[in-house]
T-cell receptor, first 112, second 110 residues
Framework: GAGVSQSPSNKVTEKGKDVELRCDPISGHTALYWYRQSLGQGLEFLIY????????KSGLPSDRFSAERTGGSVSTLTIQRTQQEDSAVYLC??????????FGPGTRLTVL | DAKTTQPPSMDCAEGRAANLPCNHS???????VYWYRQIHSQGPQYIIH???NNETNEMASLIITEDRKSSTLILPHATLRDTAVYYCIVRVEYGNKLVFGAGTILRVKS
């Protein structure tokens, strides 16, 4: 079956611009997670959605980062006024009832 | 979630078994051991998880010691495509985020 998909696969933007990254979770998965991985670093948790509950935003690094999940399915991670330190691979994962998480291929963001 | 300790890197000959150790001495009774791997430029891939019994699937086997303070991931016949960073993560089964450490870089050599 179809796995988690993310778009775009690569995004190059200029410092100060806003970007939107999209995640399509596995159909029927109620939980969705965003992580980021800077070059040579481990994965860093950003935000977590579970059903209709309030999201866990504890990992968002600043108020320039936000995410929403519409209709309990697709999620969009938005970074406003991008900075060079935002350059990373942004990974999305989904799970059924917070069980095993399955990851997408990621979006590589480069801020010039 | 409990912390884990893994060797930074390991080498394995192609066709041989790869045994990747993980220490999790502070694991709690309701915490599972999860293994993921990340091949270069790809998202992490789920491998296997277990609570206290040994587990086996089409990818690997997971051996957990009786006291649950350590575990070993076994790839029975490693191939070049198994070269990746392997992450051992301890987590309650229905928890939220995964906490990734540095993992073990496994290099499978011909």
């Amino acid at each position: 079956g179809a796995g988690v998909s993310q778009s775009p696969s690569n995004k190059v933007t200029e410092k100060g611009k806003d970007v939107e990254l999209r995640c399509d979770p596995i159909s029927g998965h109620t939980a969705l997670y965003w992580y980021r991985q800077s070059l040579g670093q481990g994965l860093e948790f950003l935000i977590y959605f579970q059903g209709n509950s309030a999201p866990d935003k504890s990992g968002l690094p600043s108020d320039r980062f936000s995410a929403e999940r519409t209709g309990g399915s697709v999620s969009t991670l938005t970074i406003q006024r991008t900075q060079q330190e935002d350059s990373a691979v942004y990974l999305c994962a989904s799970s059924s009832n917070r069980d095993t998480q399955y990851f997408g291929p990621g979006t590589r963001l480069t801020v010039l | 979630d409990a912390k884990t300790t893994q060797p930074p890197s390991m080498d394995c000959a192609e066709g041989r078994a790869a045994n990747l150790p993980c220490n999790h001495s502070t694991i709690s009774g309701n915490e599972y051991v999860y293994w993921y791997r990340q091949i270069h430029s790809q998202g992490p891939q789920y491998i296997i998880h277990g609570l206290k019994n040994n587990e086996t699937n089409e990818m690997a086997s997971l051996i957990i010691t009786e006291d649950r303070k350590s575990s070993t991931l076994i790839l029975p016949h490693a191939t070049l495509r198994d070269t990746a960073v392997y992450y051992c993560i301890v987590r309650v089964e229905y928890g939220n985020k995964l906490v990734f450490g540095a993992g073990t870089i496994l290099r499978v050599k011909s």
